[in-house]
């Protein structure tokens, strides 16, 4: 199947500081991107859609200003979680949707785990 | 409203055993179903999807789902358990007539699989 990588797999960070979180669809042309975080033992939620090119639409509760996405390119986006704090805390996945069609899979990256201390 | 449920938080099988993870949807129109499953610190794998055509899904490592209609049910099914099926299994429904939010995957909440030797 399609691969999705993220990088960094884990990341351990300050309180105050930002963290940028890399998702790159490898071998093949993302249109979309979704970027979802897991609590533990908890569902997926998604964060925002993004469309290569275009700003990225947010579910409802998400802070824009907090958490930045960007895809800039259809193999590449990128979160930013700015100013994080402890409640950051989570495991982040990003998502790829192979096609434009919406029956298509979407295929999912490794996640990214991140701790605010 | 799109949503889906999965009654179970956690299913207990005997390795050899067939197995069956439940999984209901709401959608407006024809559902879009899909399973994935989640090992430890890892993103999504995809198993199987049901787009139109026989209700009987094969998907990959054995895993096969039925589309109930009538039922609004999706289970997940392998005949014979294995211990390295223990993970996380999570149900996802998109809604192809739903026009906001780039066609989106909701989620169950996630069964956990546990086979027993």
């Known amino acids: 199947g399609a691969v999705v990588s993220q990088h960094p797999s884990r990341v351990i960070c300050k309180s105050g500081t930002s963290v940028k979180i890399e998702c790159r669809s490898l071998?093949?042309?993302?249109?979309?991107m979704f970027w979802y975080r897991q609590f533990p033992k908890k569902s997926l939620m998604l964060m925002a859609t993004?469309?290569?090119?275009?700003?990225?639409?947010?579910e409802q509760g998400v802070e824009k200003d907090k958490f930045l996405i960007n895809h800039a390119s259809l193999t590449l986006s990128t979160l930013t979680v700015t100013s994080a704090h402890p409640e950051d805390s989570s495991f982040y996945i990003c998502?790829?949707?192979?096609?434009?069609?919406?029956?298509?899979?979407?295929?999912f990256g490794p996640g990214t785990r991140l701790t605010v201390l | 409203a799109q949503s889906v449920a999965q009654p179970e938080d956690q299913v207990n099988v005997a390795e050899g055993n067939p197995l069956t993870v439940k999984c209901t949807y709401s959608?407006?129109?024809?559902?879009?179903l899909f399973w994935y499953v989640q090992y430890p610190n890892r993103g999504l794998q995809f198993l199987l999807k049901?787009?139109?055509?026989?209700?009987l899904v094969k998907g990959s490592y054995g895993f096969e789902a039925e589309f109930n209609k009538s039922q609004t049910s999706f289970h997940l099914k392998k005949p014979s358990a294995l211990v390295s099926d223990s993970a996380l299994y999570f149900c996802?429904?998109?809604?192809?007539?739903?026009?906001?939010?780039?066609?989106?995957?909701?989620f169950g909440a996630g069964t956990r699989l546990a086979v027993h030797p």
């Open positions: 998502s790829a949707r192979l096609g434009g069609g919406s029956y298509n899979e979407q295929f």
């Open positions: 071998d093949f042309q993302a249109t979309t």
């Open positions: 993004s469309n290569e090119g275009s700003k990225a639409t947010y």
């Open positions: 959608v407006s129109g024809n559902p879009y």
């Open positions: 049901y787009i139109t055509g026989d209700n």
């Open positions: 996802a429904v998109r809604d192809p007539m739903f026009s906001g939010g780039y066609n989106k995957l909701i």
